[in-house]
């Protein structure tokens, strides 16, 4: 919204305005057709003396895609709306585009007008629109509500034609498959996401120049910066590996939920390329599972980037960066533990189950930094083991002197920005050629080549190319 600006005044016999509007533009970044977009509001303001009366219309009248409400009243057209001296009106827009099957944003114009006398003063509406599949729920309760949309033994994939819109939960069922394209854009209404369930398979293949998005479906720049706008990517036991390819997931509660529900089948879900950032409670929280991590940035989130919970995980260039800054944090960016509780039904009652098992993770040139003093926690019960080695990585952590850590150091990483989220590291960094070899992966997250001895992390260093020196997108430039 552009505030404080005057709309030009169309008028005969020297009339002047005497109407000042807070906007002359009232502007809707990108809408899903369909879906009812916020609500903007302006307020118009009488310089004068004395009371006034205008006449408001909105141009577009009933046809419009925008609806109006002044001072509490919605309608098309106002007559007679008294103003008091130097006081002022709300005037509150929503906008709803029809589908036009069409991938690319399109413009959607209308105007308000204000008639006093000889005078009309305008405010321009303008919201950029989006069509969209839409994933509706036809299944569940109010609190779960879901849509299978891949069936037993189906196999379904989604393109990059137009955006995924997803109400409640998209469900992968038992035997089902997913398979999501390069360059899809998936965005999830509040409280929903994607469950694939146990023996479901999901694949998300994005690439480098066309990186699969996940996330809320607010789009609103105000929205940015709400880390809750919907639930994760739930993903339970599987009947074969499960593959996370150049993905980019943020603004959930939980980025990713890998979870096994009845037994520990072994198959992996593997990460590579991929970011996981701005998420409310953890990036990725694993509970029985066995999770293979490379060139993965999992950063800014609530309590814990990494929950790992009873089972096998390995993390090859990894970079965890937590400097979440919405609330206090005081939990590690990463947590590993031989043991975690699951609410269940036992007996009619909810109760809390302690399940146990052995936990075992190797982390390779990865960072675990971050805002708090330490950055890296265990947890460990009896009758269970817990095993993690570290080789070549920088761990925020106050003591790093055993057997659990081998070349590794705790050193500020230097990152280029933290604030702006860019995790490409600086020249000077101690993580520049301090990485082990023979690990197989020849580039970093941005498909840039591992020269000589890697750095440690996601990102290898590069001179910051100066067309991106003030560009901080994640990370990714």
Not at 236 to 258: M, P, T, V
Not at 325 to 336: D, G, M
Request: overall charge negative; some cysteine; glycine content about 8%.
């Amino acid at each position: 919204m552009l505030t404080f600006t005057l709309p030009s005044c169309h008028r005969n016999n020297n009339v002047e305005a005497n109407l000042e509007f807070s906007a002359d533009t009232v502007l809707f970044d990108t809408v899903f057709t369909t879906v009812t977009s916020s609500t903007r509001m302006f307020t118009v303001r009488n310089t004068t003396g004395a009371a006034t009366e205008v006449d408001i219309a909105l141009a577009g009248g009933k046809q419009s895609y925008y609806s109006i409400n002044v001072d509490g009243v919605a309608g098309t057209e106002f007559h007679n709306v008294e103003i008091p001296a130097h006081d002022s009106i709300f005037v509150f827009v929503k906008v709803n585009i029809d589908p036009t099957n069409q991938n690319t944003p399109y413009l959607v114009t209308d105007s308000i007008m204000f008639y006093q006398k000889n005078c009309t003063q305008t405010v321009q509406l303008v919201a950029f629109g989006q069509d969209a599949h839409f994933i509706v729920p036809n299944h569940g309760s109010a609190s779960m509500p879901y849509r299978i949309i891949a069936h037993t033994n189906e196999h379904v994939h989604w393109t990059n034609d137009k955006p995924w819109v997803i109400y409640g939960w998209a469900v992968v069922d038992s035997l089902g498959k997913l398979t999501i394209d390069p360059g899809t854009k998936v965005y999830v209404h509040h409280g929903g996401g994607i469950w694939v369930y146990r023996y479901g398979n999901i694949h998300i293949n994005g690439t480098l120049e066309e990186p699969v998005t996940i996330t809320g479906d607010r789009l609103e720049p105000f929205f940015a910066r709400d880390y809750a706008q919907w639930n994760a990517l739930w993903i339970n036991e599987g009947s074969e590996d499960n593959l996370i390819e150049n993905a980019i997931i943020s603004n959930s509660s939980y980025g990713i939920h890998l979870e096994s529900l009845e037994e520990f089948t072994g198959n992996k879900t593997i990460i590579n390329n991929s970011v996981i950032h701005n998420n409310q409670i953890m990036g990725i929280r694993a509970e029985g599972a066995v999770l293979e991590m490379n060139n993965c940035q999992v950063s800014n989130n609530g309590q814990y980037s990494l929950a790992l919970m009873v089972g096998d995980f390995t993390l090859n260039h990894v970079t965890v960066a937590n400097y979440f800054t919405q609330s206090s944090r005081k939990s590690p960016a990463v947590a590993l533990t031989n043991n975690f509780e699951k609410t269940e039904v036992v007996g009619g009652s909810a109760v809390n189950v302690t399940y146990l098992g052995d936990a075992n993770a190797t982390f390779n040139n990865c960072i675990i930094y971050g805002a708090t003093e330490n950055e890296f926690g265990t947890g460990k019960q009896n009758g269970a083991a817990l095993n993690y080695t570290f080789h070549n990585c920088i761990v925020k952590r106050d003591s790093i002197h055993n057997e659990h850590f081998i070349n590794c150091f705790n050193k500020d990483p230097k990152f280029i920005a933290t604030y702006g989220q860019n995790y490409n590291i600086e020249e000077s960094s101690p993580a520049v050629d301090a990485g082990m070899t023979g690990l197989g992966i020849t580039t970093d997250i941005l498909g840039r080549p591992r020269n000589g001895i890697p750095d440690i992390g996601a990102y290898e260093y590069y001179p910051v190319p100066e067309e991106k020196s003030g560009v901080r997108n994640s990370g990714r430039y």
